[in-house]
């Protein structure tokens, strides 16, 4: 006959079964806040349909035949960064080449086009105009720096942000600049000078131009001066900035590398709200690397936790979050109430502009990094191939290349054998073709003329 456990074994027991508990509902915290987050969206709040935020007294989308030469003035083509190309321009694949122009080093960022002129950095810093017709060189500057941004353009002035070397990973106690050139002669009008330097794409809107900086700040110059800027205001983050800025409603808003969302007064540099990221156990806050894209009353941005958030633009609070692969570097395109988003994981996501859902995804070949445009219905992205595969998780390995789908089905439509990061800007004759290390200039098979110069190579 066996005896009644004693009363310290029944302690024993008791402990052991309370530790279990604690232990289990620990493990079950610590994958809740490692793993990924999704937060369900709705179209009745902070929504506002078919429509973009625009700035006071400024259009968001300047036309494509702006009276000053201004055809695609910026990074995201409008103040918003929207990278959606002007409903007037047309232009559909198949292609033909009319030239191409050999950078010989990474074309991460893509152009701007004025005044007949294409222009663009390369990574080593050799900063070029080109003939946009001809692609002949019009002028190049080689300063002595990186450059991992596109410029902006406007009232006859091109600006241009760089970075100190060493290209891979400069350090951040050195001094780097902004310059202003001369958008007709590449004649240098003026240096800005700060702490480590600048992979922002400027935003320039009127004589003001924004754009941050590894110091952790957000600068705004009055540029109405082509001779000397000066400084509006400096608003400091609490982090290294890689984002650029968007605009929308009066504010400008700008991510860093703390995780951290600000949307700061465009005229007055006062903060009006900051959001984050989710915060994991594992890995804290990560990246904003992405530009904001302002669009339907809402800042929508990817981040490097794989997550795509989307924030009210006026209150900052969090609408939605959807997770989508494992990091997220790329900018989003904002076009029929769809963000188009690329992510490491080798899928281009196209998700509900309301809710976050997924509307659909394409399989690309590798991971991809840059940003994707949507030109005349279709959704233009590249694949990078190789980003990605020193990371901590997952990234897709694979041939790079340029893809347009169908942006309402996300059926492939046409493939380009070149691209790595973000490729196409456009005007009405050409599109411009931003490959690894070449810039292409593509023209519809239908306008092209199979006889002229250059424009000898097969549709594809």
């Given at each position: 006959?066996?005896?009644?456990?004693r009363p310290a074994f029944?302690?024993v027991l008791?402990v052991?079964?309370?530790?279990l508990?604690v232990?289990?509902?620990?493990?079950?915290?610590?994958?809740?806040?490692?793993g990924?987050?999704?937060?369900?969206?709705?179209s009745?709040?902070?929504f506002?349909?078919?429509?973009?935020t625009?700035?006071t007294?400024?259009?968001?989308r300047?036309?494509?035949?702006a009276?000053?030469?201004?055809?695609w003035?910026m990074?995201?083509y409008?103040?918003?960064?929207?990278?959606?190309?002007p409903?007037?321009?047309?232009?559909?694949?198949?292609?033909?080449?009319?030239?191409?122009?050999?950078?010989?080093?990474?074309?991460?960022?893509?152009p701007?086009?004025?005044y007949?002129?294409?222009?663009?950095?390369?990574?080593?810093?050799?900063?070029?105009a080109?003939?946009?017709?001809?692609?002949?060189?019009?002028?190049?500057?080689?300063?002595?720096?990186?450059?991992?941004?596109?410029?902006?353009?406007?009232?006859?002035?091109?600006?241009?942000?760089?970075?100190?070397?060493?290209?891979?990973y400069?350090?951040?106690?050195?001094?780097?600049?902004?310059?202003?050139w001369?958008?007709?002669?590449?004649?240098?009008?003026?240096?800005?000078?700060m702490?480590?330097?600048?992979?922002?794409?400027?935003?320039?809107?009127?004589?003001?131009?924004y754009?941050?900086?590894w110091?952790?700040s957000?600068?705004?110059?009055?540029?109405?001066?082509?001779?000397?800027?000066?400084?509006?205001?400096?608003y400091?983050?609490?982090?290294?900035?890689?984002?650029?800025?968007?605009?929308?409603?009066?504010?400008?808003?700008?991510?860093?590398?703390?995780?951290?969302?600000?949307?700061?007064?465009?005229?007055?540099?006062?903060?009006?709200w900051?959001?984050?990221s989710?915060?994991?156990?594992?890995?804290?806050?990560?990246?904003?690397y992405?530009?904001?894209?302002?669009a339907?009353?809402?800042?929508?941005?990817?981040n490097?936790?794989g997550?795509?958030y989307?924030?009210?633009?006026?209150?900052g609070?969090l609408?939605?979050?959807?997770?989508?692969?494992?990091?997220?570097?790329?900018?989003?395109?904002?076009w029929?109430?769809?963000?188009y988003?690329?992510?490491?994981?080798?899928?281009l996501?196209a998700?509900?502009?309301?809710?976050?859902?997924?509307?659909w995804?394409?399989?690309?070949?590798?991971?991809i990094?840059?940003?994707?445009?949507?030109?005349a219905?279709?959704?233009?992205?590249?694949?990078?191939?190789?980003?990605?595969?020193?990371?901590?998780?997952?990234?897709?390995?694979?041939?790079?290349?340029?893809?347009?789908l169908?942006?309402?089905?996300?059926?492939?439509?046409?493939?380009?054998?070149?691209?790595?990061?973000?490729?196409?800007?456009?005007?009405?004759?050409?599109i411009?073709?931003a490959?690894?290390g070449?810039?292409?200039?593509?023209a519809?098979?239908?306008?092209?003329r199979?006889?002229?110069?250059?424009?000898?190579?097969?549709?594809?």
């Amino acid at each position: 006959m066996s005896r009644p456990p004693r009363p310290a074994f029944k302690l024993v027991l008791v402990v052991a079964l309370v530790c279990l508990l604690v232990a289990g509902g620990v493990v079950g915290w610590l994958w809740r806040a490692s793993g990924p987050h999704v937060v369900h969206g709705s179209s009745t709040v902070e929504f506002v349909p078919s429509t973009t935020t625009t700035p006071t007294r400024k259009p968001s989308r300047p036309p494509a035949n702006a009276a000053e030469g201004v055809v695609w003035p910026m990074y995201g083509y409008d103040v918003g960064r929207s990278h959606v190309a002007p409903a007037d321009l047309t232009e559909r694949p198949p292609y033909r080449t009319l030239w191409q122009f050999h950078a010989h080093n990474y074309i991460e960022f893509p152009p701007v086009l004025a005044y007949g002129n294409v222009y663009f950095g390369q990574e080593r810093g050799q900063f070029f105009a080109l003939n946009a017709r001809t692609g002949a060189v019009v002028w190049s500057k080689r300063p002595p720096n990186c450059a991992a941004a596109s410029p902006a353009v406007g009232s006859g002035v091109v600006y241009q942000a760089f970075l100190p070397r060493p290209c891979d990973y400069g350090p951040r106690n050195v001094r780097s600049f902004l310059a202003a050139w001369d958008a007709h002669t590449g004649k240098e009008l003026w240096r800005f000078w700060m702490t480590g330097g600048s992979e922002s794409s400027p935003l320039l809107i009127g004589h003001v131009l924004y754009f941050g900086s590894w110091d952790h700040s957000l600068y705004a110059l009055d540029v109405a001066n082509r001779s000397r800027p000066r400084v509006l205001w400096r608003y400091q983050t609490d982090g290294e900035i890689d984002s650029s800025p968007a605009y929308g409603d009066g504010a400008v808003y700008i991510g860093n590398n703390s995780g951290s969302l600000y949307a700061v007064d465009a005229r007055t540099g006062q903060l009006r709200w900051r959001a984050t990221s989710f915060s994991r156990f594992l890995s804290g806050r990560e990246y904003f690397y992405a530009t904001p894209t302002v669009a339907y009353g809402r800042v929508y941005i990817g981040n490097t936790d794989g997550t795509v958030y989307a924030f009210g633009a006026r209150s900052g609070h969090l609408l939605w979050a959807q997770q989508a692969g494992t990091y997220v570097y790329s900018s989003a395109a904002a076009w029929r109430e769809t963000i188009y988003v690329g992510s490491y994981d080798g899928y281009l996501y196209a998700l509900d502009a309301a809710t976050g859902d997924i509307r659909w995804r394409y399989a690309a070949p590798g991971s991809i990094h840059g940003s994707p445009t949507v030109l005349a219905g279709l959704v233009y992205f590249s694949s990078c191939g190789s980003c990605g595969h020193r990371g901590s998780r997952p990234a897709k390995l694979g041939p790079s290349g340029t893809f347009a789908l169908n942006a309402v089905t996300g059926e492939r439509v046409w493939s380009f054998p070149d691209g790595k990061y973000s490729p196409l800007i456009a005007d009405r004759q050409r599109i411009y073709l931003a490959g690894e290390g070449v810039l292409y200039a593509l023209a519809p098979c239908s306008t092209a003329r199979a006889g002229k110069a250059g424009a000898r190579a097969a549709c594809s």
